[in-house]
């Protein structure tokens, strides 16, 4: 129980905290930082690279009854364990009757997958394990098939086309979990779980063309060579490659154990176009309460980790580990942004305080032991900070160039007192702790302190309530893409299919290319397309291009590319083309004002245009830092 001289001082603590809007310290600060809302810096802060992973230990009814703090977080991408053979809690064995004749009962996992369609997020089952039908004599849920053609074969494409059939988005189907952790999600052989791959992945490409095939979801570095080489020695599908890491992003091991395994340089060109999924990620394995995670010191490190991975281009996306905290029948980990109850946890609030910030990341200029980032569009403006440096740091902190003249400004907190459930069951959500409406944002700044482990998020923002992350209705998205034939470069490329918004940069390379885009239908006639592009581009090669390319499909594949350019072209381009066509663009146009324009597709489209196309956007060796930010509206 606190002591009332305890909570005297706590109290006191947060009013001088809450008074420092505008008052400077009267010594140097630990910490200056400065932010630049007029300079463009460093990777962007995209949403498209971050979800969320739960084990199968986790109920129906907690999905559901979390799903609004699920869709709060802006996931771009939602993994979890069908457990099959190993059913918990209220879910109810999705494969019953014989090896001879699987029955399915899809009641259960449908509403899972709406539920995260609804979200706004793309579902990523792990098809996992062995049903009771094919569990061997006297076997268990990790032991391989018994009938391993009937679960490549028969089982997994019947939950493709189950899906396909009553048009509910798979964001990717992703074959067993950790196959190569010795007895504990798989007992058989590699060999036997590069044979089952095999022809899961073929049967899931054959009950649905347009189905995304993830894997091996390793839980270490030493298959990632034999499964790599299988899938191109037999011309295997694969879109993404899968692995899992509970380690220090900063710490470089990502890079050593994982980066090469699907470079184009190193294995085969195939793999540019193969995105690599970390789709299984925290900071710790320290899972085992009393411990970090799930204290307001769990949220500093979520964004340290967050910062660290935004800056890993090579890494399409990352699944933390996890949403909920999973309940089992013994020790089960304590991990989740929420607990049991659904409260959200230090972490949590620092998840959607990052999913709320701009995505145009803007220059952040810090002298001192802090670390943050900033960003903003043209109607908020933000600085998160954060502070890993073992005591507590005093900060002073300016907000230069914030695109208007007036507006709100609030700061939240996160540490032992504030957004944090398990330090604090008071103060569990984020709500500013200090404030000042209907300001002028010259000379914006404010001081104070930040505690060890503890987060501080500023933010100005012009009341209007709109804002750049507001969801896009353009078409449907069959798939993202995306190239990156040089996981060493820092060039970054990426699609937000929620907001139809593609991030291009060099990130410091003068020689990189690097390209993103879309297949969608349903498309209006018309798209309106807005790019916003800083640097000085130069034209270094026949291959240098800022571009938009469009490729179309008719019932003979896709017979016509057409890429647009605002000037950064050269007709004796010859780089790969990997989508569409691949091949180069059958029909050049430069547009005049290629920041601004209108594109009517069947104008462009070749006879048979089935109303499919490949949308792409491209940048090579255009010079360092230059980047792009494109937008796709209907006209």
């Known amino acids: 129980?606190?002591?009332?001289?305890?909570?005297?001082?706590?109290?006191?603590?947060?009013?001088?905290?809450?008074?420092?809007?505008?008052?400077?310290?009267?010594?140097?600060?630990?910490?200056?930082?400065?932010?630049?809302?007029?300079?463009?810096?460093?990777?962007?802060?995209?949403?498209?690279?971050?979800?969320?992973?739960?084990?199968?230990?986790?109920?129906?009814?907690?999905?559901?009854?979390?799903?609004?703090?699920?869709?709060?977080?802006?996931?771009?991408?939602?993994?979890?364990?069908?457990?099959?053979?190993?059913?918990?809690?209220?879910?109810?064995?999705?494969?019953?009757?014989?090896?001879?004749?699987?029955?399915?009962?899809?009641?259960?996992?449908?509403?899972?997958?709406?539920?995260?369609?609804?979200?706004?997020?793309?579902?990523?089952?792990?098809?996992?394990?062995?049903?009771?039908?094919?569990?061997?004599?006297?076997?268990?849920?990790?032991?391989?098939?018994?009938?391993?053609?009937?679960?490549?074969?028969?089982?997994?494409?019947?939950?493709?086309?189950?899906?396909?059939?009553?048009?509910?988005r798979i964001g990717s189907y992703e074959i067993w979990n950790e196959p190569d952790l010795p007895g504990v999600f798989w007992t058989g052989t590699q060999a036997q779980y590069l044979d089952l791959y095999r022809d899961a992945s073929r049967a899931l490409r054959a009950a649905d063309p347009d189905a995304y095939v993830e894997g091996p979801a390793l839980c270490c570095v030493w298959w990632s060579g034999d499964f790599v080489n299988r899938v191109l020695s037999q011309n295997l599908p694969l879109d993404g490659f899968s692995f899992h890491a509970y380690t220090d992003a900063t710490n470089g091991s990502l890079e050593s154990n994982y980066r090469a395994a699907t470079d184009s340089g190193v294995t085969a060109y195939r793999m540019a176009s193969v995105e690599n999924n970390l789709n299984e990620y925290n900071w710790t394995n320290d899972f085992t309460a009393p411990t970090d995670v799930i204290t307001y010191r769990g949220a500093s490190q979520l964004l340290k980790s967050f910062k660290a991975l935004l800056a890993k281009p090579w890494i399409t996306h990352v699944e933390w580990a996890q949403f909920q905290d999973p309940i089992c029948a013994s020790t089960c980990d304590v991990i989740g942004l929420l607990d049991r109850d659904g409260h959200r946890r230090a972490a949590y609030n620092a998840f959607q305080l990052y999913a709320n910030m701009p995505v145009a990341r803007k220059q952040l200029s810090v002298s001192g032991p802090v670390d943050g980032m900033a960003s903003t569009d043209a109607h908020k403006s933000g600085v998160l900070l954060?502070?890993?440096?073992?005591?507590?740091?005093?900060?002073?902190?300016?907000?230069?160039?914030?695109?208007?003249?007036?507006?709100?400004?609030?700061?939240?907190?996160?540490?032992?007192?504030?957004?944090?459930?398990?330090?604090?069951?008071?103060?569990?959500?984020?709500?500013?702790?200090?404030?000042?409406?209907?300001?002028?944002?010259?000379?914006?700044?404010?001081?104070?302190?930040?505690?060890?482990?503890?987060?501080?998020?500023?933010?100005?923002?012009?009341?209007?309530?709109?804002?750049?992350?507001?969801?896009?209705?353009?078409?449907?998205?069959?798939?993202?893409?995306?190239?990156?034939?040089?996981?060493?470069k820092n060039?970054?490329?990426?699609?937000?299919?929620?907001?139809?918004?593609?991030?291009?940069?060099?990130?410091?390379?003068?020689?990189?290319?690097?390209?993103?885009?879309?297949?969608?239908?349903?498309?209006?006639?018309?798209?309106?397309?807005?790019?916003?592009?800083?640097?000085?581009?130069?034209?270094?090669?026949?291959?240098?291009?800022?571009?938009?390319?469009?490729?179309?499909?008719?019932?003979?594949?896709?017979?016509?590319?057409?890429?647009?350019?605002?000037?950064?072209?050269?007709?004796?381009?010859?780089?790969?083309?990997?989508?569409?066509?691949?091949?180069?663009?059958?029909?050049?146009?430069?547009?005049?004002?290629?920041?601004?324009?209108t594109l009517n597709l069947p104008s462009l489209a070749p006879p048979g245009w089935t109303g499919r196309v490949s949308m792409s956007f491209h940048l090579q060796n255009s010079g360092p830092d230059t980047r792009t930010t494109v937008s796709i509206r209907p006209a």
Do not use: C
Not at 4 to 11: C, D, H, I, K, S
Not at 135 to 149: A, E, T, V
Not at 451 to 471: M, N, Q, R
């Open 1 to 168: 129980m606190r002591t009332p001289l305890r909570t005297l001082a706590v109290l006191a603590a947060t009013l001088v905290l809450g008074s420092s809007i505008t008052a400077q310290p009267a010594y140097a600060a630990d910490a200056t930082v400065t932010a630049n809302f007029a300079a463009t810096a460093g990777y962007p802060l995209v949403k498209s690279k971050f979800g969320v992973f739960n084990s199968g230990y986790v109920s129906l009814a907690r999905w559901q009854r979390d799903a609004a703090k699920l869709a709060a977080l802006r996931p771009a991408r939602v993994r979890w364990e069908t457990m099959w053979g190993n059913e918990q809690h209220d879910w109810a064995p999705m494969i019953t009757g014989s090896a001879a004749s699987p029955q399915y009962n899809f009641g259960q996992i449908d509403q899972l997958v709406d539920l995260i369609n609804n979200a706004g997020a793309q579902p990523v089952p792990s098809l996992t394990y062995t049903p009771g039908i094919l569990k061997p004599s006297g076997g268990s849920w990790n032991n391989p098939p018994s009938n391993p053609s009937v679960w490549a074969d028969q089982i997994v494409p019947a939950f493709a086309t189950h899906w396909k059939q009553t048009g509910r």
């Open 386 to 488: 954060w502070n890993t440096s073992g005591a507590a740091r005093s900060v002073s902190a300016a907000l230069n160039n914030v695109p208007f003249a007036t507006g709100n400004f609030r700061v939240y907190r996160i540490d032992a007192q504030h957004a944090s459930y398990e330090d604090n069951h008071a103060n569990e959500t984020l709500t500013p702790v200090e404030q000042r409406l209907g300001t002028g944002t010259a000379g914006l700044n404010w001081s104070g302190t930040i505690p060890d482990g503890g987060v501080v998020y500023l933010e100005a923002e012009d009341g209007t309530g709109v804002s750049s992350l507001a969801p896009a209705n353009v078409g449907k998205v069959v798939r993202d893409l995306q190239y990156m034939p040089n996981h060493g």
């Open 491 to 597: 060039s970054y490329a990426s699609f937000d299919r929620r907001t139809w918004t593609a991030e291009l940069g060099m990130g410091g390379e003068t020689w990189a290319d690097a390209a993103a885009g879309v297949v969608a239908t349903n498309l209006p006639a018309n798209l309106r397309i807005w790019q916003h592009a800083t640097g000085a581009f130069q034209s270094l090669d026949a291959n240098s291009l800022l571009g938009m390319r469009i490729d179309f499909q008719t019932g003979a594949g896709y017979t016509k590319g057409v890429l647009l350019h605002g000037g950064l072209y050269n007709s004796a381009r010859s780089a790969p083309m990997p989508w569409g066509t691949q091949r180069q663009a059958d029909q050049v146009i430069t547009i005049a004002n290629f920041s601004d324009f």
